[in-house]
């Protein structure tokens, strides 16, 4: 691994207001699912209570309490990435760069402000951070093309599983192209994260490993947490009318999942961070890297469209 543990967890505790903050916001998002999931549960339970098979509609329910509090969580995913995600990426690289923060409440506010500087608007930065997104996947599909050339039964396959195992490992990697637009203050996103993806590229097999062993540690370290969690959430669903094994199992997940988000994932990004700013330092954009993510990638293309046709910032 190319990062320091010591160095990400002491920038860490230097935003732990920020810690505290995505603890709640997640938290609080595991708990609304525990609450509109036993609240279906119970309704169902007592409207089926009337017919043939009592309780049965407990289940449904539950489903149906489910799916209504993925829909707000659905709907709320802009705001959560404009505040909470990018909100610590941008007090992170104002620790990495060794400048002071406020503490309490006022680091909230102090990112919330490094954020509208940068993106004026929420649909701005999601837009952006799909786009990023499309990119990598298409990044690589293109180094990993070697199975066309190698006529080997069966390769064909084993690209496709290392292909998703990539993706998946390459979950915080958008989140980094973003930090380099609040590192550079960057007065045009678009273009900016177009340089920032062709570094990227050009360093591929380093940030690909650091991305790798940190999905490792991460995927491992939450499921050790959905073993914690699971025993007291199974003991709260049992006071639940009908069965709720599966809706404890679910619960347990969510709680896991929300965990993850709130403490792992923060180490995560800053380990790749650290990795990307010190792998990229003194480096240019290669133009054949520029040549090959157009030709490999729609949406790099429309990338490069929307930086050239980004309206000119305005003068303080």
Do not use: C
Not at 116 to 131: H, P, V, W
Not at 142 to 152: E, G, M, V
Not at 196 to 204: G, P, R, T, V
């Amino acid at each position: 691994m190319d990062f320091q543990v010591g160095k990400t967890i002491a920038a860490l505790t230097k935003t732990l207001p920020f810690i505290v903050f995505r603890l709640m916001i997640y938290l609080g998002v595991a708990v609304g699912y525990l609450l509109v999931i036993g609240i279906g549960a119970t309704v169902g339970y007592f409207l089926s209570s009337f017919s043939d098979e009592p309780g049965s509609g407990a289940g449904i329910g539950g489903f149906i309490g489910f799916a209504v509090a993925s829909g707000i969580l659905y709907w709320l995913r802009e705001y959560v990435l404009y505040i909470v995600k990018a909100g610590h990426i941008a007090v992170l690289v104002e620790v990495y760069d060794g400048n002071e923060l406020p503490g309490g409440k006022g680091q909230i506010t102090y990112a919330k402000e490094k954020v509208q500087e940068r993106f004026a608007q929420t649909s701005l930065l999601f837009g952006l951070d799909q786009l990023i997104k499309g990119i990598l996947k298409a990044i690589n599909r293109t180094l990993f093309s070697i199975a066309r050339f190698l006529p080997i039964p069966g390769l064909d396959n084993l690209v496709a599983i290392i292909n998703k195992i990539v993706n998946l490992s390459l979950t915080y990697t958008d989140e980094i192209i973003i930090a380099h637009n609040f590192r550079v203050r960057s007065e045009n996103p678009w273009d900016t994260s177009k340089d920032a993806i062709i570094l990227y590229a050009q360093n591929y097999q380093t940030m690909v490993k650091n991305a790798f062993f940190l999905m490792v540690i991460l995927y491992a370290l939450t499921f050790v947490i959905f073993l914690l969690v699971l025993g007291p959430i199974g003991a709260l669903f049992s006071l639940f009318p009908g069965k709720a094994g599966f809706w404890a199992f679910v619960l347990g997940i969510i709680f896991a999942w929300s965990i993850k988000a709130a403490l792992l994932e923060p180490f995560a990004i800053t380990a790749m961070m650290q990795v990307y700013f010190q792998t990229i330092e003194g480096e240019v954009p290669n133009p054949e890297w520029d040549e090959k993510l157009s030709a490999a990638s729609d949406k790099f293309r429309e990338l490069k469209e929307k930086a050239m046709g980004a309206p000119a910032p305005a003068k303080a």
